[in-house]
């Protein structure tokens, strides 16, 4: 199992089944969260708040997180560098 990393109000993803963090607004990007949502296959983790960044994973599923895609990717690379150094 891949490092974990912490996406908002105590949720954490493995680091190794993200394939892409992306922010909300673009309009393919709603769809495809539209769609997820649709088919059971969108994880909220906002807890009501508004979504901010959209994890796609590796199995299809879409993880919605509320905060900036420039925090997670952050905490994600700083995640790396720390596995590198051991």
Do not use: C, W, Y
């Amino acid at each position: 199992m891949g490092k974990l990393i912490h996406i908002g109000f105590g949720n954490v993803v493995n680091t190794e089944k993200i394939i892409a963090i992306v922010s909300p607004d673009s309009a393919p990007v709603k769809r495809m969260v539209q769609k997820a949502k649709e088919t059971g296959m969108a994880i909220d983790a906002t807890q009501g708040r508004k979504t901010k960044a959209v994890l796609v994973m590796e199995n299809s599923q879409i993880v919605l997180s509320a905060l900036l895609p420039e925090t997670i990717s952050g905490r994600a690379q700083t995640e790396g560098r720390d596995t590198d150094e051991t």
